[in-house]
């Protein structure tokens, strides 16, 4: 039977990246999403904003919610201190066995635990499961309607620390609005946006960063 985007944009980044270099398999991914199949993985000129923001907050806890092919989480892990706990949900699970693989072609899955399920029924479970006192660093990537159920539910949970910093990915394409509007207006929250474009297009999106205020 035919393959899915994701296992044949595994099988380039097997071809054509450098086995335990991240910075190839970004390469790599960028490269099949420009010239071969367009997916949605961050890209670079997000992925750019995404680097300047995790180093900036150099954060010992982090969790990503929506890893698809492990794009951002190569990103992200990259730039992470020794001994930091990433934690990436994935939905999926034919998107999880091939985040796994990509993962390991870039040579940092020692650095972040790739868990299947999802933010409804994982984030209650943080705190137990990974021993998560509270995150300070958290990419919102997932389904786009439960951005903002989840940072309420991270409030609940008491998984957020005043300085907590959240990154949300596609506030305008396919768009966040119910989410903007609460991070944007919430005393909670100091937010501020970052334009850019829908990734390997000219389509207009960006990346809304939102630091909690205790
Ligand atoms: O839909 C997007 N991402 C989410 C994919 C599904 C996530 C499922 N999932 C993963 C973890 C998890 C945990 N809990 C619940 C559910 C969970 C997305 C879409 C576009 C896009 C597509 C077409 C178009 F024409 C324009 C833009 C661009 C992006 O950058 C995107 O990120
Ligand atoms: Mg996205």
Same mark, same amino acid.
């Given at each position: 039977?035919?393959?899915?985007?994701?296992?044949?944009?595994?099988? !380039?980044?097997?071809?054509?990246?450098?086995?335990?270099?991240?910075?190839?398999?970004?390469?790599?991914?960028?490269?099949?999403?420009? %010239?071969?199949?367009?997916?949605?993985?961050?890209?670079?000129?997000?992925?750019?904003?995404?680097?300047?923001?995790?180093?900036?907050?150099?954060?010992?806890?982090?969790?990503?919610?929506?890893?698809?092919?492990? /794009?951002?989480?190569?990103?992200?892990?990259?730039?992470?201190?020794?001994?930091?706990?990433?934690?990436?949900?994935?939905?999926?699970?034919?998107?999880?066995?091939?985040?796994?693989?990509?993962?390991? %072609?870039?040579?940092?899955?020692?650095?972040?635990?790739?868990?299947?399920?999802?933010?409804?029924?994982?984030?209650?479970?943080?705190?137990?499961?990974?021993?998560?006192?509270?995150?300070?660093?958290?990419?919102?990537? %997932?389904?786009?309607?439960?951005?903002?159920?989840?940072?309420?539910?991270?409030?609940?949970?008491?998984?957020?620390?005043?300085?907590?910093?959240?990154? !949300?990915?596609?506030?305008?394409?396919?768009? !966040?609005?119910?989410?903007?509007? /609460?991070?944007?207006?919430?005393?909670?929250?100091?937010?501020?946006?970052?334009?850019? %474009?829908?990734?390997?297009?000219?389509?207009?999106?960006?990346?809304?960063?939102?630091?909690?205020?205790?």
């Amino acid at each position: 039977t035919r393959s899915t985007r994701p296992q044949r944009m595994l099988k !380039a980044v097997q071809k054509n990246a450098t086995k335990g270099n991240p910075e190839s398999v970004i390469s790599a991914i960028d490269y099949f999403c420009k %010239h071969s199949e367009w997916a949605m993985n961050v890209g670079d000129e997000k992925g750019s904003i995404l680097d300047s923001v995790v180093t900036e907050v150099n954060p010992s806890t982090v969790l990503e919610l929506g890893t698809y092919c492990g /794009y951002s989480t190569v990103r992200i892990a990259r730039l992470l201190s020794p001994g930091t706990k990433f934690i990436t949900l994935e939905f999926n699970p034919a998107n999880v066995t091939v985040a796994r693989q990509i993962i390991a %072609h870039a040579g940092i899955q020692d650095k972040v635990t790739v868990v299947e399920g999802s933010s409804g029924d994982l984030i209650p479970q943080m705190k137990e499961r990974f021993g998560i006192t509270t995150f300070d660093f958290i990419f919102l990537d %997932h389904w786009k309607d439960r951005y903002l159920p989840d940072i309420k539910l991270f409030e609940e949970c008491g998984l957020l620390r005043k300085g907590s910093v959240l990154l !949300a990915d596609n506030v305008i394409c396919p768009g !966040a609005p119910e989410y903007l509007e /609460y991070v944007r207006n919430s005393p909670r929250y100091e937010s501020r946006y970052y334009p850019a %474009h829908l990734e390997y297009t000219k389509v207009e999106d960006g990346l809304e960063k939102s630091v909690f205020l205790g």
